[in-house]
């Protein structure tokens, strides 16, 4: 079964601070693995697209890894601001003609000052 | 604006009334997403269209629900006789080209649907 676990659930860090958010998957056949930025009340806005042959990509403080190998991801953040307080959602879209994404449930980041 | 646009943002109605929510993707954009978000939980696939077509709509949880999409532009996803459980957040998201091709899903802010 296609399926995109996401850890921890939640957290909570200093702002300043750095952390990781983990996502592992099941998916197969591999298309492409997104990480999404869901503020509350908003609709996901798309961080980074890794495709099998990308080991990481980056969009400013944000990095993300992937190791096809593992099926494994990460989302690194570095020097947080407390706007990045918001969901973080793991994506990984289903090769072939499916065309299908199967999203993970998200880690809920809080960023206290 | 530039960006994908849904309506209404918020809609309250009686259990067993029909509801039609409204996504307007960016202009150009032929792949356009519907997914429904329940309170706390990740986002549920529904159907996906490929300009005014929809090669998948296995995700659609019952027959009550039906989604079109004309001009490959618009695209209104119909709940009829809602019940309780339909309770939930409904986005769109609109990209240039179909997943598979590494291409970004621009979402919209979502239509809040409760039911009464």
């Known amino acids: 079964k296609n399926q995109v676990e996401q850890s921890p659930q939640s957290l909570i860090i200093l702002e300043g601070k750095n952390c990781t958010l983990q996502?592992?998957?099941?998916?197969?056949?591999?298309?492409?693995l997104r990480w999404y930025k869901q503020d509350t009340g908003r609709g996901p806005v798309s961080l980074t697209i890794?495709?099998?042959?990308?080991n990481t990509k980056s969009n400013g403080r944000y990095t993300a890894t992937l190791d096809a190998d593992t099926k494994q991801s990460s989302l690194h953040i570095t020097a947080s601001q407390l706007s990045d307080s918001a969901s973080y959602i793991c994506v990984v879209t289903v090769g072939g003609a499916t065309n299908k994404l199967i999203f993970g449930t998200g880690t809920l980041l809080a960023v206290q000052p | 604006g530039a960006g994908v646009s849904q309506s209404p943002s918020n809609k309250v109605t009686e259990k067993g009334k029909d509801v039609e929510l409204r996504c307007d993707p960016i202009s150009g954009h032929t792949a356009l997403y519907w997914y429904r978000q329940r309170l706390g939980q990740g986002l549920e696939f529904l159907i996906y269209?490929?300009?005014?077509?929809?090669?998948?709509k296995s995700g659609l949880p019952s027959d009550r629900f039906s989604a079109e999409r004309t001009g490959e532009s618009v695209s209104t996803l119909t709940i009829q006789r809602t019940q309780q459980e339909d309770s939930a957040v409904y986005l769109c998201?609109?990209?240039?080209?179909?997943?598979?091709?590494?291409?970004?899903?621009?979402f919209g802010d979502g239509t809040r649907l409760s039911i009464l």
């Open positions: 998201a609109s990209s240039l080209r179909l997943p598979a091709f590494n291409q970004p899903q621009h």
């Open positions: 890794m495709t099998f042959s990308e």
């Open positions: 996502c592992n998957y099941t998916v197969s056949p591999f298309s492409n």
């Open positions: 269209f490929q300009g005014n077509s929809a090669p998948d």
